[in-house]
T-cell receptor, first 115, second 110 residues
Framework: SAVISQKPSRDICQRGTSLTIQCQVD?????MFWYRQQPGQSLTLIAT?????????ESGFVIDKFPISRPNLTFSTLTVSNMSPEDSSIYLC????????????FGEGSRLTVL | GENVEQHPSTLSVQEGDSAVIKCTYS??????FPWYKQELGKRPQLIID?????GEKKDQRIAVTLNKTAKHFSLHITETQPEDSAVYFC?????????FGAGTILRVKS
């Protein structure tokens, strides 16, 4: 398994500000992803965080709104930019720890509330 | 891209009864089908998964079946217990990118 630490665990933010979420994994992983879970909803993939190159974004998500960094194989950040109340969600970092199994492990999530 | 549909959205069962949750997927190239359980305020956790070269897999009270031809897979929980109450998500992937179903709220009444 993989131990994934996310910071902050929760935050209350003002409209128009930006917040950066950090994800630290206890081992080197090839595949790292960022998901969003809106209240009472399913998990939606925002992007794949690629080490040493630009993230790969899913339809409906853009780099200007959700810039992602991945400087090495154990760490990534997701920034939620120019926040609005619609960005109030749980943001989850996830990794595939073992390429052979494909099992996806999730961090505990960062719950953002935008006022 | 892949689309996963999940039914029912809510399911209430009596303790000791069985629960079945069904999912369909659209991409015939998908080859990995995990099920996640998410308790209130917690992260999703894998409970069982199945690959496209297998038709059924069982782990104690939990089983998953896969019908590749029909592109659907199901989660079966037998002898349900109150601690099985949670939201369950199915997912499908080809490669390493998972697409999740909408989720099923399972309530086990004691």
């Amino acid at each position: 398994s993989a131990v994934i630490s996310q910071k902050p665990s929760r935050d209350i933010c003002q409209r128009g500000t930006s917040l950066t979420i950090q994800c630290q994994v206890d081992s080197q992983v090839t595949m790292m992803f960022w998901y969003r879970q809106q209240p009472g909803q399913s998990l939606t993939l925002i992007a794949t965080a690629n080490q040493g190159s630009e993230a790969t974004y899913e339809s409906g998500f853009v780099i200007d709104k959700f810039p992602i960094s991945r400087p090495n194989l154990t760490f990534s950040t997701l920034t939620v930019s120019n926040m609005s109340p619609e960005d109030s969600s749980i943001y989850l970092c996830s990794v595939v720890a073992h390429f052979n199994t494909g099992e996806l492990f999730f961090g505990e999530g960062s719950r953002l509330t935008v006022l | 891209g892949e689309n996963v549909e999940q039914h029912p959205s809510t399911l209430s069962v009596q303790e000791g009864d069985s629960a079945v949750i069904k999912c369909t997927y659209s991409d015939s190239a998908s080859n990995y089908f995990p099920w996640y359980k998410q308790e209130l305020g917690k992260r999703p956790q894998l409970i069982i998964d199945i690959r496209s070269n297998v038709g059924e897999k069982k782990d104690q009270r939990i089983a998953v079946t896969l019908n590749k031809t029909a592109k659907h897979f199901s989660l079966h929980i037998t002898e349900t217990q109150p601690e099985d109450s949670a939201v369950y998500f199915c997912a499908a992937s080809s490669g390493n990118k998972l697409v999740f179903g909408a989720g099923t709220i399972l309530r086990v009444k004691s």
